[in-house]
């Protein structure tokens, strides 16, 4: 069974960092993109950066400069460094992942369970 579990998420002061990471675990052939969503209270889920197994990466225009998203391939793990945060990344913060679960098998995307970003003032 495929599992993304999240991990460093809490509470931090506005200007202040935190980093997130998301661990796949289970029986997979290859994990393609790897990326990070958020949705806070009232608003949709929005994506906020990916990472493809080439390294090639994207951000919303709301976080270039302040976060950066890496991946370590041999841990099947992906990170999003937050720097500077404002009260508006405020939000549960949700990975996923497009695996391929065996050679020349679909692709699927799966998601872990979200973790609590709060950014005070």
């Known amino acids: 069974q495929v599992q993304l579990v999240e991990s460093g998420g809490g509470l931090v002061n506005a200007g202040g960092s935190l980093r997130l990471a998301c661990t796949t675990s289970?029986?997979?052939?290859?994990?393609?993109?790897m990326g990070w969503y958020r949705q806070a209270p009232g608003k949709g889920r929005e994506l906020v950066a990916r990472i493809r197994s080439g390294g090639t990466t994207n951000y919303a225009d709301s976080v270039k400069g302040r976060f950066t998203v890496s991946r370590e391939n041999a841990k099947n793990t992906v990170y999003l460094q937050m720097n500077n945060l404002k009260l508006e990344d405020t939000a549960v913060y949700y990975c996923n992942a497009d695996i391929t679960l065996v050679r020349d098998g679909p692709v699927y995307r799966y998601w872990g369970q979200g973790t609590q970003v709060t950014v005070s003032s």
């Open positions: 289970g029986s997979i052939f290859s994990i393609n993109t």
